[in-house]
């Protein structure tokens, strides 16, 4: 059979620096295919070169067997490709409609107008099956980012495109989002659409792809069939070694560190209220849309509670994010590049930020005071290109993550806000990160972590809170801590 | 999910930031209307609209300019060029209607040297139209050996001069323009990509807007606007100076940011736009009505410059 | 020697250009080589153009190198300031400087002088440490308009001023010589006094608001001939050319066709052409040692219908001629 | 992972991006030293660089604010404010140190006023130091009735005109201020905060940055900068006039841009603005030794500054 698509010997470099040896990847019409590798691989390098955001140094790309040229996102989308962006790839003041119909606006009035009814329609008709309370007239900023991730889903879908990659599609997104893609996903590859799945998520990966290439530094590593092949297995292809399942341990002390009473803003959180205590590490479930962010955000006094104290070590945290870091407090937001990084500036300005101050002698930032604890910190999470003076929006995704958890290790942050912190980062540095979170429970910080991953809520957390609808719904101990349990707190009992 | 998409009332149409705008304005006008019997009356409202007019045209091009992300510094001297080789044109006896023409295609043509420098040389609009600035004020006084050109015919001059229905014809003019600018921005694709470009360069070029061919498409309008703005003031004045036009940019700015467009790009408003022009014209108008010293008409000017965006800030939130 | 600050319109050490010839005998030949700089203001206004015309044509007469240098636009003070200082260093005998301020070529003069260079303040700005200086008394400018409305309009009326950029030292005496005059006769009201910064666009829409506010108003006086000719077009758009007076200052060609055409009223001109022949033969005679007064005034006339023929003369001679006479 | 960490020597410390602006300078001032036998005199580079250090002094504070995410547009009518009001100190008798550590103070006033109307108001910079333009202007001609200030007191003259080791003080001046920017952008916490803030508001105030107090401080910067420039000029001319800083934003907008910064925030570097000031100078001294006219000025100056970009471009590859 004609592969729908075939990439071969792909070969691409930023700079000096290479990232892609050579690399090739077939797909065969309707067949779902996992594309696997470590944070940096150049997984999502292969697909920008596929959907023409890149232009690769060397190789081919045929589909249906004829040899295509894709020198921009336009000739890609021409060739039959659509791509799905690992970061969200949107137009803030635009409303959802026309994001979805970015560049390729349907049109009235022989081709002048642009059909905003049929728009809308139209993305109403796409997003359905995805998730049907997303309001398509409204501007794509005022959307959380589950449902920006959403759309972006369905801006991939509208262009009838025979290839479909998809970049990290669901790191933001919780099962039951993830069960309707898959759906969609089934229904697309009935119609022999091709589809290239990306994600970090192992459990996601052997439930809807027949195979998968796995890269490691951005050479090809293996093809293997999925689910024929034991996840162990595949996990060691990816990361070059056996990781060994560590079980959870609890480093939790009787001493309230922070304490939430009476926490709200609008409809979004209502009342929160908790405590979290010296070494322990609490996880909050729910539903996209829950309140989890809202909450976190506003502990970190990045947003303005309408009511409501947070104290620590018993005295009460005046409000404005600089009181809250001072008192230990640090946010890892959801929203990586709105939120986290400042693009253009070196990992170790990244990392150092939040505690300038702390580098400084004399009003002077003791650089090689900073760039050593910063080597020191990225050495820990393996950050790869292990290069701290780069600038960070040089980095993968994942990369980038773990310079901004670095960000608050440096400022020696005793209460961590994790929100979504493996959004995006591979197994191997997941389990890093969760080694990481259990050293610093196990140093007497204090953590939470907000994640849509029931098995990561699960593997790392002593306590969890289930929130629904604003609402802290439940509290569970350890002994309560399953997957059917948080479930069930969480959906709304309508 | 509103589900009222047609008709639209005009009201509604009129956005929420639009409405900060217009009662920055209605305070002005309302302050004028208490210090000066004049201003209310019908005759001198016209007035502020036709003085009015010519920045409003200039700030047009300029917000869409600005919206698509850039700037567009050299509007004045473009104005001037076209007007100095649209004047000689007639002067030396071409019909006005081909001499209008060909002014107008040499703005867009000074238009599309600067998006071509922005598009394809990957260069800094301010920077870029910066240049411009210089270039083409050299290219007019050079052509008219610093001179100015008397003589336009009196047709030429009748259509700028004129009235529709009572309302003078550069306010029909502009009018008409500003119908199209919000066509432009709020119906058809290039508004789409301008707000896309400017919104976010880099999911535009993604999702496959063509980048160039937008910013390219926001100078030469800008450079039309100009051209135009300089059809209009060489036949009220009756004269085309290779001066003309200065400081033009700022006024231009002043209005689109007053109106809600945002130098940081993807965002403003063709409605904002016009209200901000009406609020600088009436500023002027009023102090001159009240024969405000000129020291003070620059501090007042100042002043009410900064209370009316704290104004619009309070009312409008964001 | 300590001067004393210069104040062109008031310095009690004048002469009247006419009598320099009676009183310092004829112009001297200037020695083999001479060379000499003029610094202008901007030549975006014929005015400056004007006078720089009239500085070369004594060059070229009598064979003097000649440079003429001009800031890229009217308030650009650091830019006119380089040049001067730029030109410096390279030889000149003499230097005619027009500053744009009253202070922004001050270094330029110290170094000028420290370098042996002639230094002469040709016209509008006053450089208080100016040894010399060439140019017409601005405020006689303003003058010269309220009395031609003192005596043309016997029955008073409002009038308005069109100014030029707040804070520049003509446009200030231009506008307080009218001003001062026509109030003091009593007859009068200055309605309206707005600043238009120059442009002809800017003085067309105050004087559109100005006429609409004033329906009987009788004239307006601006501080030059770019921003009454934009007044003119005002007055006829609101159709009240032949009751409105307008009147520019300056005296460039469009002012005077647009006298001849009966658009204009007047303009006070102050001949600039002659002015720079003037200054440049004073630039000349200081370089050759002579010690003339420290202001030499120019001539200036208010031009009208009536006597418009008589002024619009490019032969330099004939209108020393005309103006000697008087 | 790269082991050189210290020392530094200066050619690695100048960044790629630099040396594109640099190559720029070298090529104009090549031209030009073929052109005229005086451009490449001691003197006459001493000229460029004195003439053009006030705009230096201006650009270093533009710069920050450019790189923080702003824009000044106030800084003339600020120079002149400052400079009217510390004249008027200094002929009133006020000891010359102490006239001008009172108008360095009111410079940084000007800064803090743009500054709390951005930052606390949350205006955009452009429209809050436009409405500053007119205002600064308007009390300065206020205070002075429009007159220059003259008779300033000798001691204070003879700062500015003196010179250290041949090197005008303006110069020196100038260089020990461009060292200070350049420890508070690459040493400071404050310079990651400036560029931090101008690169990513939201995540800079997420990280605690004090965004507030970051932007305030880059204006007032700018204001402080403003008013040194002042103080040098006034010791030069020797006089303070209330006209005085016309344009001088577009100059120092202009500086800046060359050297690299860019005007959406986040990037710009104080070596490349310092060798923008100087392709500025250079650019007026050697068309002013080779005599070319006015408008050939005008026009040569566009040219170049677009082709110095293209060249600039084109080395420095982004
Ligand atoms: N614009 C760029 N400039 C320089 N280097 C880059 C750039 N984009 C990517 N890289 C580098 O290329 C390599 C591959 O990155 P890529 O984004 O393809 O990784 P990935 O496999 O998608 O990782 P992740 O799982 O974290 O998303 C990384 O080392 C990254 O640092
Ligand atoms: N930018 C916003 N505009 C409007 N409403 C918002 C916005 N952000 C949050 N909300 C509201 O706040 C509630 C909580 O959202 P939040 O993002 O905190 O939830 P979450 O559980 O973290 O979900 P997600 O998985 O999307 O991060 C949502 O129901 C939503 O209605
Ligand atoms: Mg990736
Ligand atoms: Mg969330």
Known sequence: ?494 | ?318 | QDLAPLNSDSEPDRMDWSELDAKFGALPAPAAGTKVAGVSKTLTNEYWRSLGDGYKNVADKLGVGFVYQAAANEGDQIGQLSIAEDLINQGFNAMLLSPQTDANLVPAVEKAKAAGIAVLNVNDAVIPSATNYVGNVQKDNGVRVAQWFIDNKADGGQVAVIEGQPGVYAAGQRTAGFTETINANGKFSVVASVPANWSREEAFNAASTILQQYPDLIGFYANNDGMALGVVEAVKAAGRADKVAVFGTDGVSDAYAAIRAGDLTGTVDSFPVLTGEIAMEVALRLAAGQKLPRVVATPQALITKDNVETYATTDMAALRATLTAK
């Open chain 1, 1 to 494: 059979m004609i592969p729908r698509l075939s990439l071969s010997q792909i070969e691409k470099a930023f700079g000096a620096h290479k990232v892609l040896h050579g690399v090739s990847l077939t797909v065969q019409p309707g067949e779902v295919h996992g594309l696997l590798g470590e944070n940096g691989a150049g997984k999502s390098t292969m697909l920008n070169i596929l959907s023409g955001v890149l232009s690769a140094d060397a190789g081919q790309i045929e589909i249906d067997g004829a040899q295509v040229t894709i020198a921009s996102p336009r000739s890609a989308s021409l060739a039959g490709v659509a791509m799905i962006h690992q970061e969200l790839q949107q137009v803030p003041e635009l409303s959802v409609a026309q994001n979805i119909y970015l560049g390729a606006a349907l049109r009235r009035a022989g081709g002048l107008l642009v059909d905003r009814a049929s728009q809308q329609t139209e993305a109403r008709r796409l997003l359905a099956p995805l998730d049907a309370s997303i309001d398509v007239t409204a501007p794509i900023n005022s959307l959380r980012v589950a449902q920006r991730q959403i759309v972006e889903i369905a801006k991939a879908l509208r262009a009838n495109a025979r290839v479909i990659a998809m970049d990290e599609p669901t790191s933001s997104l919780t099962p039951t989002e993830f069960d309707r893609l898959v759906e969609v996903i089934k229904a697309l590859a009935a119609r022999g659409v091709s589809i290239i799945y990306v994600s970090h998520k192992m459990d996601e990966v052997f439930r809807i792809c027949q195979s998968a290439t796995i890269l490691r530094d951005g050479r090809l590593v293996a093809r293997v069939d999925l689910p024929a092949t034991p996840i162990p297995q595949v996990i060691a292809l990816m990361v070059g070694r056996e990781l060994s399942h560590v079980a959870h341990q609890s480093f939790a002390s009787d001493q309230v560190l922070l304490q939430v009473s009476g926490l709200s803003r609008g409809r979004a959180v209502q009342n929160a209220a908790f405590s979290l205590h010296k070494g322990e590490v609490l996880g909050i479930a729910g539903l996209v849309g829950s309140g989890r962010t809202e909450l976190l955000r506003l502990i970190a006094g990045v947003d303005s509670a309408e009511a409501g104290t947070v104290a620590v070590n018993g005295r009460p945290v005046a409000s404005g994010v600089r009181a809250r870091i001072k008192a230990g407090l640090g946010l890892v937001p959801e929203e990586r590049k709105r939120d986290g990084i400042i693009r253009h500036r070196p990992v170790t300005s990244n990392i150092g930020l939040p505690a300038m101050r702390q580098f400084s002698r004399w009003g002077i930032i003791r650089r090689t005071k900073l760039r050593t604890r910063a080597e020191e910190l990225m050495q820990e999470v393996r950050l790869r290109p292990f290069d701290v003076s780069k600038p960070i929006g040089s980095f993968s995704g994942g990369n980038q993550q773990k310079a901004i958890i670095g960000r608050w290790l440096a400022a020696d942050t005793q209460i961590y806000l994790f929100d979504e912190p493996t959004r995006g980062i591979d197994v191997g540095a997941k389990a890093e990160i969760y080694d990481l979170i259990e050293k610093l429970a196990q140093q007497g910080k204090a953590i939470i972590v907000v994640s849509s991953e029931l098995p990561e809520v699960i593997r790392v957390s002593d306590r969890v809170l289930v929130m629904r609808e604003g609402r802290i719904a439940a509290e569970l101990a350890a002994s309560e801590i399953t997957e059917a349990n948080i479930a069930r707190h969480a959906i709304p009992a309508s």
């Open chain 2, 1 to 318: 999910m509103s589900p009222v998409l047609t008709p639209f009332p005009l009201l509604q149409r009129i956005k929420f930031r639009d409405a900060g705008t217009l009662l920055g304005l209605l305070l002005i006008g309302g302050v004028f209307a208490v210090l000066s019997p004049t201003f209310l009356t019908a005759p001198n409202l016209l007035n502020v609209l036709q003085q009015s007019s010519i920045n409003a045209c200039i700030a047009l091009g300029m917000t869409l300019v600005i919206i698509s992300g850039g700037i567009d510094l050299s509007v004045g001297p473009v104005a001037a060029l076209t007007a100095v080789l649209g004047a000689s044109m007639m002067v030396a006896g071409v019909p006005f209607g081909l001499a209008v023409a060909g002014a107008l295609c040499i703005g867009m043509l000074c238009g599309f040297i600067n998006g071509a420098l922005i598009a394809w040389g990957g260069l800094q609009p301010f920077i870029v139209t910066l240049g411009g600035l210089s270039l083409y004020r050299a290219l007019a006084l050079i052509f008219t050996g610093g001179q100015p050109i008397f003589g336009l015919p009196d047709g030429f001059r009748a259509l700028t001069n004129g009235t529709l229905a009572g309302v003078p014809n550069p306010v029909v003019i502009v009018a008409v323009l500003a119908i199209c600018a919000w066509v432009i921005l709020n119906k058809t694709p290039l508004g789409e990509y301008f707000m896309a470009v400017g919104g976010n360069p880099e999911a535009a070029r993604i999702a496959g807007v063509p980048v160039t061919l937008t910013k390219l498409a926001a100078y030469m309008i800008s450079g039309l606007m100009a051209a135009v703005a300089a059809m209009i003031l060489i036949g009220r004045l009756g004269a085309a100076e290779p001066t003309m036009g200065t400081l033009w940019e700022l006024d231009a700015i002043a209005a689109s940011a007053i109106g809600g467009a945002s130098l940081m790009g993807g965002r403003g408003s063709i409605i904002g736009t016009l209200i901000g022009c009406v609020i600088l014209g009436t500023l002027r108008n009023g102090l001159t009505l009240l024969n405000v010293q000129a020291f003070y008409q620059l501090l007042a000017t100042g002043i009410i410059i900064i209370v009316a965006m704290l104004i619009d800030k309070a009312t409008s939130g964001k």
